[in-house]
């Protein structure tokens, strides 16, 4: 049995006789090599077994590739001939393929349609591609559209949509991937007689192989954290909720594998979802109105879910990176900078899950008073009652003994600055940045943020502040200064959170949610 399906047992032991009850699916996949797809495809094969162990038809999954023969060479080697007699593949090219006819009739000559058929829709693009100037468009609204009206046609029994949190951000009708798939969004929900689930995930993170994002081969980054000293843009109180890679691909075969009538209703009611977090990181701010959700049809409700598919807890970047240090047996020492470099670099080239799109979005929450934050208790039990999702910090610690730690990948580094040249000078001015700062604050890192005339005047004496302001100060005072926590500007930044909940590195439990990134 393959790695993938071993891991995925816990949708067998939670959702076992959903699955055997269920008539047989057939699935169209894209993005099947993807970061979520290849790990759904696993749990898709896994509950085939099982559903053949029981004298039961399987149902089949149709990979839909831009590289099939490929793709389904590797997966023969992986899984052996006998697990694929249940998985075709088709060449699709979402740059390209922008018709609802050439949809239909591709999705038609592969036998598909009628109510037990099921699109799943992972594809997607987070960032710029060099020579696609309209790639993000194509990829994440103007195919999977077609395709999506293309599936109504042929009476398509479910539509599974992967989006983002970051459609609910407040800037998120200024960045461009975040903007396509909230059309895409609202584009599924006005097909009236499509069933649709639609998942606005948050950051996806890799317990095995202790990232973020899909690559540990290549800059991730969680390498940030591994540092000397580690960059954080702007105050770093915004809120992540990370979610394991294989928590998700559970519960998106699931999805897939099981009657969409039986799909549980998740509240649109946010009123009450941020209110831990708004309350942690909002002091001696004015409360301002929640993000409005796109208005759909009351009827719309018994055809259309979505559902908040984030992890069970909620912290900061600086909370997450901090994690992540101590489980490499790092200290985190953050140096606070500016956005501009940051942006610079990532408007050359990404590092991993850490592009412009997310960067921007990140910003723009961590200067809004209301965060997106979401609930992922619905998300949790559609497995079963009994199922929860991994705790980040639980997930990143497992055989933390038998895991190599990972160090910062120099040589990578390296390729990866030859590869892009345009990366040098924003990332030497991020460096002069960070290290005027250390400059600055050689021998004074208790100081820091906490004297700051601009702060004392724009949030008056608080008596919650006083208090964790002097257990910060004593708490500092004793610790190495690796754990101070250093600014770049005399200046508060505005909306920027309270120094000592900046200083804190406890991850909170979850919220109900609302932002993140992607796959």
Not at 133 to 144: I, L
Not at 492 to 504: A, D, T
Request: proline share 6%.
């Amino acid at each position: 049995m393959s790695v993938g399906a071993r891991r995925a047992s816990n949708l067998i032991r939670h959702a076992r006789d959903v699955l055997l009850e269920s008539s047989p699916k057939q699935i169209a996949l894209s993005g099947p090599s993807g970061f979520i797809g290849r790990r759904v495809l696993d749990s898709i094969l896994e509950v085939h077994a099982e559903r053949q162990r029981h004298g039961l038809e399987p149902g089949e999954v149709v990979l839909l590739s831009s590289s099939p023969g490929r793709l389904m060479g590797n997966l023969t080697k992986k899984y052996g001939s006998d697990k694929m007699r249940t998985v075709r593949a088709s060449r699709v090219d979402y740059y390209n393929q922008h018709t609802t006819d050439m949809w239909h009739d591709q999705l038609g000559s592969l036998g598909m349609g009628g109510k037990d058929a099921v699109f799943v829709n992972l594809a997607g693009v987070a960032g710029p591609i060099p020579d696609k100037p309209t790639a993000m468009q194509d990829v994440n609204y103007t195919a999977p559209m077609a395709a999506a009206k293309a599936a109504m046609e042929l009476d398509f029994g479910h539509w599974i949509q992967s989006s983002t949190q970051a459609t609910k951000a407040e800037r998120a009708g200024q960045v461009p991937y975040s903007r396509w798939k909230a059309m895409m969004d609202y584009t599924l929900s006005r097909m009236d007689n499509l069933p649709v689930t639609i998942l606005t995930m948050g950051l996806i993170y890799c317990k095995d192989h202790k990232v973020v994002g899909q690559r540990s081969d290549k800059l991730n980054m969680v390498d940030l954290a591994l540092l000397p000293v580690t960059p954080i843009m702007g105050n770093g109180g915004a809120p992540l909720q990370p979610l394991e890679v294989q928590d998700a691909a559970e519960r998106v075969a699931f999805l897939a594998l099981s009657e969409p009538s039986h799909r549980p209703l998740q509240s649109n009611d946010s009123s009450w979802a941020a209110s831990h977090w708004i309350q942690k990181a909002s002091i001696g701010k004015e409360p301002t109105a929640m993000p409005r959700l796109p208005k759909i049809s009351a009827q719309r409700s018994f055809t259309l879910r979505m559902y908040d598919a984030v992890g069970p807890e909620t912290m900061s970047i600086m909370e997450l990176l901090d994690s992540v240090a101590k489980i490499h047996g790092k200290h985190l020492r953050p140096v606070h900078v500016d956005y501009r470099n940051y942006e610079r670099i990532l408007n050359v080239a990404s590092l991993g899950n850490l592009n412009r799109q997310f960067i921007s979005l990140l910003r723009s929450e961590q200067a809004s008073n209301q965060p997106i934050v979401g609930n992922s208790s619905v998300f949790a039990r559609l497995l079963g009652d009994q199922a929860r999702l991994v705790n980040f910090e639980e997930a990143m610690r497992c055989q933390a003994s038998e895991t190599k730690k990972r160090k910062f990948p120099i040589s990578t580094a390296i390729n990866w600055v030859i590869e892009n040249p345009g990366v040098v000078l924003p990332g030497l001015s991020l460096m002069a940045e960070a290290a005027l700062v250390l400059a600055r604050q050689k021998g004074s890192f208790n100081r820091w943020p906490f004297n700051r005339t601009q702060q004392d005047a724009d949030h008056p004496h608080h008596p919650s502040q006083s208090s964790q302001h002097s257990a910060s100060s004593s708490a500092s005072s004793a610790s190495a200064p690796s754990s101070a926590v250093i600014r770049a500007d005399d200046q508060m930044m505005p909306h920027e959170v309270q120094s000592h909940e900046i200083q804190s590195h406890e991850v909170h439990s979850q919220v109900p949610v609302r932002i993140t990134t992607q796959h």
